[in-house]
């Protein structure tokens, strides 16, 4: 049977030049502007910058217009275009202890020290639509009060110093920091690169595994012990100049799960933890990603490990939605051949199956 | 002094004059920088994008591992009297990256040390300490005080 592979190109090229119409969308509207998408749009902005796994605004921003506002498109935009460019090495890790907190809030405890702090938050609002919104807003200029001094340790820390709860993992001497986007992944995966993969991993997907945990599938038991997000300092020991060099500051949101607590003969109980961390403003995303980094632990920690969210090759081979939409997505892409193949086996078995109903004895009289 | 301290010294206020020109614009370094008599200098390494991946702690605390990557632009820059500057920045705009390298070739040299602290960076740094005192001024009205909320005051 004759297939067309050709003939594609001219129809491709006008609806690319249909989609640019499109997506500029009434020339009677202003355009919208990157800065207008960084600025009023900036959760959409975090999101691009975690799972496209760039923290570049301007560049998330201009992602999310080409992308028409399809966040996993301009995530596949964003992962594309890092992979043009080279590294230059890794920075120091981030101390979040340190952050210039603009929110830290615990359910845990009433009072920590440094206090709880809202900040900019959907929590408590109505979920109203407001009416107010829809044009020529102008906010009233944000309530200001003396800042405190004092330091705002970690909670984690906090109970640390009592041996309430398990102390972090600390670093092998000269191990080295894995790295899915430069080796590829073999299981069992070590913490880091489980960590990596939800950190770039899809906010959807890992929601979804967060909630399973919570409705008893490898239920874990969590509190939020600190959500805090806030600009953390960032600095890069480069080699030509001999010591950290300060690059300036990220967003970062980091998520400390405080879970069931273990123990054995030779242990005394303590508290477990979860670990999530992304950038910009991201509760949502690394309060699930502190659930599934509990729940990946299940072996370690000595628990039976049934559940999907404690299954890490089922999460790690599914967060990603990038190579998820790429497999989704691509069946939409010619199979013309395979289908083909597929057609002609199909007409060959319902052939046999219509000679076997058919008894000889027909057969005869028809011939 | 002896040498070690002496570095050490310079060192750290190399260090803490990029903490500060990271955080301004181009724009503004490149305004402050026209108040100097400049000196001849020559770009090292002409401005260059790339990619530093960015490291956080299991925990906040403990081993490092991998969180994803920023864009960072750096450049190099020779004065005639032989300092060299490097400059390093997120984001992508080269010019910045170069400014900070003449900045800090500056800040190394003996001629031109104390003005590019006193013209362009203490001023800089001035700027960026009002935007984060007023920043956590903001913060700070969202703290949450349990005591007046019980008493049903403020």
Redesign the interface.
Known sequence: MYVAVKGGERAIENAHRLLADKRRGDQGVPEVTLDQISEQLGLAVDRV??EG????R??AALAIKQARGDLIEAIFLVRAF?AT??????????D??AM????RVSSTF??IPG??????TFDYTHRLLDPALAQGFVPEA???????TAPTP?V??ILGRDGLIE?????EEG?S?????REPLNFPAD???R??NL??GDEGFLLAMGYSTQRGYGRNHPFAGEIRFGEV??E?S?E??G????????E?T?C?MVNQFKGSATEAPCFT?G?G???GQSERKTMSMALVDRALRARELGEEALAPAQDEEFVMSHSDNVQATGFVEHLKLPHYVDFQSELGLLRKLRKEFADAQTPDAMKEAAE | MDQVTLHNNQ?AQ??AA??VL??AEAGEIAARLRNLALPAHQDLRAPE????????????????????????S?A?VRLASGEVG?G?????DGEKARLIALCDALVQSRDFGGAVERDVIAPLREQLMAG?????????????D?YTMVRGEG
């Open positions: 910058m975690s796994s760039l923290y570049d301007e560049l890092r460019m080279p590294r230059f090495g890794a920075s120091e890790p981030v979040t202890g210039r907190v603009q929110r009433k009072d206090g709880q702090i809202l900040g900019p944000p309530a200001t009060a003396e800042a405190s970690r984690t820390d102390s972090s993992p600390q670093a191990a920091v894995g790295d899915l986007t913490r880091d690169l960590l990596q950190a770039r300092e960032v890069f480069a030509d100049v010591f950290a060099v300060p690059l300036g500051s990220i970062l980091e400390q933890r670990y961390l992304a950038f | 060192q190399r260090q990029m903490a990271a955080h994008n790339g990619l530093v991946m960015l490291r956080g702690r299991v925990g906040g605390d403990g081993a490092p591992f991998n969180l994803g990557e920023a864009t960072v750096r190099a490097f390093y920045t997120l984001g992508r984060r005192a007023q920043a956590a001024a903001e913060t700070a009205a969202t703290k949450v349990f």
